[in-house]
């Protein structure tokens, strides 16, 4: 699924201040997705990821689904990315893409939201995905802020994305309507992603939250 989805995110054609700007629709899916994110870096580094999941729909999401997640470079032809879950010792290969589509984070990212979604609200995942691939080439304010990084504050831009606002759907989905993605970047973080989340608030808490982190630039073992 999570193969299938990156294949068609590639293939579409497509906190901080008052927003400064409301893009043109492949202006958001050309910053989301931004080319060149993994150029400078060498096959000997490793960037890694926090994922912190909650979901009150399904308990044992969160213990199954918060972890690590690692991104490797293999030297092939060409140059390829490669994404592993890591938890308790163990791990699983999450896929391998191309370096020059940029940084697959956010692939995965938007993959296992629309799989959550699918697992505690129901409904079918084709129509889910096609709701999130729309909400990537609509029109969307652009937040600029700032965050801590290694001691010294950065310059981030922060999207955030709506896919069931006004769906005639939403009263179905467990709350899912008020489903909100929310992606804040940086030059100056490695691979680009500083935070990814997707939030679904609730009266005493999220129903449903999943967080990706940036952590750290490593030299990857030898």
Request: hydrophobic residues 40%.
């Amino acid at each position: 699924m999570f193969k299938h989805m990156a294949c068609a995110l590639v293939a579409c054609t497509l906190a901080g201040t008052p927003a400064i700007a409301a893009n043109e629709g492949t202006a958001t899916y050309d910053l989301l997705f931004k080319p060149g994110t993994l150029d400078d870096f060498g096959m000997d580094n490793m960037l890694l990821y926090e994922r912190t999941v909650t979901n009150t729909l399904v308990p044992d999401a969160a213990l199954r689904d918060t972890g690590e997640i690692e991104l490797s470079f293999e030297e092939t032809t060409p140059p390829q990315a490669g994404l592993r879950f890591l938890q308790g010792g163990k791990h699983r290969n999450l896929g391998t893409f191309p370096m020059s589509v940029g940084n697959p984070i956010i692939m995965y990212f938007v993959e296992t939201v629309v799989r959550d979604m699918a697992e505690a609200a129901g409904g079918s995942p084709f129509y889910i995905r096609n709701r999130v691939k729309e909400a990537l080439v609509t029109p969307t304010d652009v937040q600029t802020g700032e965050a801590m990084y290694q001691g010294n504050s950065i310059e981030t831009q922060t999207v955030t994305l709506r896919p069931f606002a006004n769906d005639p759907n939403s009263d179905r989905m467990k709350g899912f309507g008020d489903l909100a993605l929310t992606v804040t970047m940086s030059d100056d973080v490695p691979g680009w992603y500083e935070t990814l989340e997707a939030n679904v608030p609730g009266t005493d808490g999220p129903v449903y939250s999943s967080v990706m982190r940036f952590e750290e630039l490593e030299e990857a073992p030898q």
